[in-house]
């Protein structure tokens, strides 16, 4: 049995902390966190520290009804801790926050450049579907269960990874295109 008291106190008080910075600091202008690390895209402190605390009750509650699992463990406290460093950094960055311009000035960049960009971005995605087929065949091949699982959750990672590229890929190939018709 693991002892979550000292993750609920550290969690408290990263929950006071967040609605200080929030009070103080007002919303970002774009979500502080990957979705990967939090469900939802907010642009405040306090909803993340939320989720954490909420997913911190519910493996407090499973472990009181003696329904957790040792490997629900593993992964929800690998998820608690990357997440609570994760606000720990916004709150040791916020003094370089304060100073970034509201709405960074975008450096046109030149036609050769996105040309570049286009190119590397299409090889990430030769590389990472590489990858993904990679791993795809090793879920098939491997034998325990929880290997498996953690296999699965590379895929659905690379997955993600491969659809933000793509996505990339389209934006680069549509300035692309318009630049060349304006000329």
Same mark, same amino acid.
């Given at each position: 049995?693991?002892?979550?008291?000292?993750?609920? $106190?550290?969690?408290?008080?990263?929950?006071?902390?967040?609605?200080?910075?929030?009070?103080?600091?007002?919303?970002?202008?774009?979500?502080?966190?990957?979705?990967?690390?939090?469900?939802?895209? $907010?642009?405040?402190?306090?909803? !993340?520290?939320?989720?954490?605390?909420?997913?911190?009750?519910? #493996?407090?509650?499973?472990?009181?009804?003696g329904k957790l699992l040792p490997e629900r463990t593993?992964?929800? !406290?690998?998820?608690?801790?990357?997440?609570?460093?994760?606000?720990?950094?916004?709150?040791?960055?916020?003094?370089?926050?304060?100073?970034?311009?509201?709405?960074?000035?975008?450096?046109?960049?030149?036609?050769?450049?996105?040309?570049?960009? #286009?190119?590397?971005?299409?090889?990430?995605?030769?590389?990472?579907?590489?990858?993904?087929?990679?791993?795809?065949?090793?879920?098939?091949?491997?034998?325990?269960?929880?290997?498996?699982?953690? #296999?699965?959750?590379?895929?659905?990672?690379?997955?993600?990874?491969?659809?933000?590229?793509?996505?990339?890929?389209?934006?680069?190939?549509?300035?692309?295109?318009?630049?060349?018709?304006?000329?």
């Open positions: 049995m693991i002892d979550l008291s000292r993750l609920h $106190s550290l969690v408290e008080q990263l929950q006071h902390q967040a609605a200080e910075t929030d009070r103080i600091r007002g919303e970002a202008s774009r979500p502080l966190f990957d979705q990967q690390l939090f469900r939802y895209r $907010s642009k405040l402190l306090a909803p !993340c520290v939320a989720e954490i605390a909420q997913e911190l009750a519910i #493996l407090q509650k499973e472990q009181q009804t593993q992964h929800v !406290c690998e998820k608690l801790v990357a997440q609570i460093h994760a606000v720990q950094r916004e709150f040791a960055t916020q003094h370089i926050r304060k100073n970034e311009p509201k709405q960074a000035i975008r450096k046109q960049r030149s036609i050769n450049q996105l040309y570049q960009d #286009l190119n590397q971005h299409r090889d990430w995605e030769r590389r990472l579907k590489s990858m993904l087929r990679d791993k795809e065949s090793l879920v098939n091949r491997c034998g325990s269960q929880f290997e498996q699982q953690q #296999l699965q959750k590379e895929v659905l990672a690379l997955e993600g990874r491969i659809n933000r590229c793509q996505a990339a890929l389209i934006k680069l190939e549509d300035e692309i295109n318009r630049r060349e018709r304006k000329g």
